[in-house]
């Protein structure tokens, strides 16, 4: 079998063009007959089928053979040789695709073992990276200091496993661009499926990008700031320059020329310099965007903002410079049960809010290329609730679809093989039941290289330990006033649902998450002060009663406690001493 570092190489050396799942012929041809996957044939009938790369098909056949897509269509017939799996009432989608994140590489923080990066979180991503930047960069004859490895490759870093990729499955996701997260200059990414098998088996594309932070170093050396920073950027693509032209001199004739010096670094730059690997800069904020927009126009870079929170304040400059955006849907919230004496968020961070959900809107109307990606969250539950809160915010429902499909394949080039229902494509599906872009839907089964997979939730054991579940008396404080609600939860591992009825209206709760420790926190639309906005409620469950602090957007912060009847009983527990 071939190394993974020997894939790298092999790969790398024919210019990144060539799909690692190509290379695996030999190595698996070598096998033994009974190693080997049996070839598996199945078809999904009856199913409402969107391929995204055309209409859809309201009553349809998906048949999957070999790991790959064989036919689509409405009249399509089952082979002989198919397991049948009735879809009445599912819908098939293309498999999920999260476009940035650091899923199955290790001592990867923000998203636990199977964390995300960029985004809302990006400086604190990069920073916890920082420390860890030794580990991922190995031994490399580099002259240059750690922080500034380009060289690094995701795939020598991938390491495959089941738990890291439940979280990811469980949210819909079936293949993922994941990048080493350390430094400056971070290396190189690799797109991979999240199926089963070794790293080798499950690499689709590598190298996909380069990758480029811009947190200054922690480390008290150079660059400490963010001015070092792109000084440190333009210094080391100016020397990629110098480098290849030394080198291609060199190349041409050897004679009385001083041999030039290696630089793995500087060589893994050259693709980028000559705008044949793109590069992935994770900027968020207006600034970091124009200066990574400005970066890339005066080296002619092949350029990716990654985050993009504030990406509708430039959108008119990326449209025009032809950048697209790779949007976190790690939309700001807290991440912690307040108590009753914690000072309220800062303005600022309310506005971050409100805006998060919207900008997808303004990106697609203003035409720019933008796809989602999982930008470090800590619940992945966060990963379709966000994309159906940026729907409810404006984007069209097929534009939503497309940033979690399509889009990102086209941005990353991998369309050819991801992103659509199309014959001959890897067979990666989601299935739901339900709408995907609308609240409600459920991730019932997934395809992953044309195996099914059945996702649960990502700490689905843990959160036993407490239960929300049941209609829940409660109280509501807001500014002195009391509000009677009635909170109908229903739980599902970490997963939080359910609906709040009462004097503050009503509505479905969304974006809802629950610790085993009790810790939960869900979003709702409330009626209040005669208009409509959504409250984030942030608490602790203990037996039968919760208690915790409520958020409505542009208002003050309250209080809210309440009951459920003990099970058996029909009587309500005494709420927690204040």
């Not at 932070?213 to 440190?232: A, D, H, K, M, Q």
Request: a neutral charge; hydrophobic letters at 40%.
């Amino acid at each position: 079998m071939v190394s993974v570092p020997r894939l790298a190489r092999v790969v790398g050396a024919a210019g990144g063009t060539c799909s690692a799942l190509a290379l695996l012929a030999v190595p698996l041809a070598a096998q033994p007959a009974s190693q080997r996957a049996v070839p598996s044939t199945y078809a999904i009938t009856n199913a409402r089928l969107v391929p995204v790369s055309g209409p859809v098909i309201e009553k349809g056949t998906i048949v999957v053979r070999d790991g790959l897509i064989a036919a689509v269509g409405a009249a399509v017939k089952p082979p002989a040789d198919a397991r049948v799996i009735d879809g009445t009432g599912l819908t098939v989608y293309p498999g999920l695709i999260d476009a940035y994140s650091s899923i199955g590489l290790p001592a990867q923080s923000t998203g636990g073992a199977t964390g995300g990066r960029g985004g809302a979180g990006v400086a604190a991503f990069a920073a916890n990276q920082q420390a860890q930047s030794a580990q991922s960069a190995g031994p490399s004859i580099s002259p240059h200091p750690l922080g500034l490895r380009p060289e690094v490759t995701a795939v020598e870093l991938l390491k495959p496993d089941a738990e890291a990729f439940a979280g990811p499955q469980s949210a819909g996701i079936t293949a993922a661009l994941t990048a080493p997260g350390s430094g400056i200059f971070q290396g190189q990414s690799a797109f991979i499926t999240l199926g089963t098998g070794d790293a080798v088996s499950l690499v689709v594309k590598t190298p996909v990008t380069q990758n480029v932070g811009f947190t200054p170093l922690r480390t008290g050396g150079y660059p400490n700031s963010l001015l070092g920073v792109f000084s440190s950027l333009r210094q080391m693509l100016l020397d990629t320059q110098h480098y290849r032209d030394e080198q291609a001199a060199y190349a041409r004739n050897a004679r009385g020329m001083r041999r030039p010096e290696a630089d793995p670094s500087l060589e893994a730059l050259v693709p980028v310099i000559e705008g044949r690997q793109p590069v992935i800069m994770q900027a968020s904020t207006q600034r970091e965007i124009e200066r990574a927009l400005g970066l890339a126009k005066e080296f002619k870079l092949k350029a990716i903002v990654a985050g993009g929170s504030e990406a509708y304040l430039v959108a008119d400059q990326l449209k025009a410079a032809d950048v697209p955006v790779l949007l976190s849907l790690n939309f700001p919230h807290r991440t912690a049960a307040p108590s009753a004496d914690a000072d309220p968020d800062p303005i600022r961070v309310l506005k971050e809010r409100v805006q998060a959900p919207k900008t997808a809107a303004q990106l697609a109307k203003a035409g720019v290329k933008f796809a989602f990606e999982s930008g470090g969250i800590t619940a992945w539950t966060d990963f379709l609730g966000n994309a159906q809160k940026a729907v409810e915010a404006g984007l069209p429902a097929d534009q939503a679809l497309r940033a979690l499909t399509l889009g990102p394949a086209e941005i990353l080039g991998v369309a050819d093989r991801v992103g659509s229902l199309d014959a001959g494509k890897i067979a990666n599906l989601t299935i739901v039941r339900g709408d995907l872009t609308a609240r409600g839907a459920r991730v019932t089964q997934l395809f992953v290289d044309g195996k099914p997979v059945t996702p649960r939730a990502p700490a689905a054991d843990a959160a036993t330990a407490v239960t929300a579940s049941g209609a829940w008396t409660t109280s509501v404080s807001l500014e002195g006033t009391q509000y009677a609600v009635t909170l109908s939860l229903r739980q599902d591992g970490e997963k939080l649902g359910g609906s709040l009825q009462g004097d503050l209206g009503s509505g479905e709760i969304s974006n809802g998450s629950i610790g085993a420790d009790g810790a939960f926190r869900f979003t709702a639309t409330v009626t209040y002060k005669g208009g409509t906005e959504e409250a984030t409620f942030v608490g602790n469950l203990e037996g039968n009663a919760i208690r915790g602090r409520v958020q409505v957007v542009g208002n003050n912060p309250g209080n809210f406690s309440g009951t459920r009847p003990e099970r058996g009983t029909g009587r309500p527990q005494r709420t927690p001493q204040e």
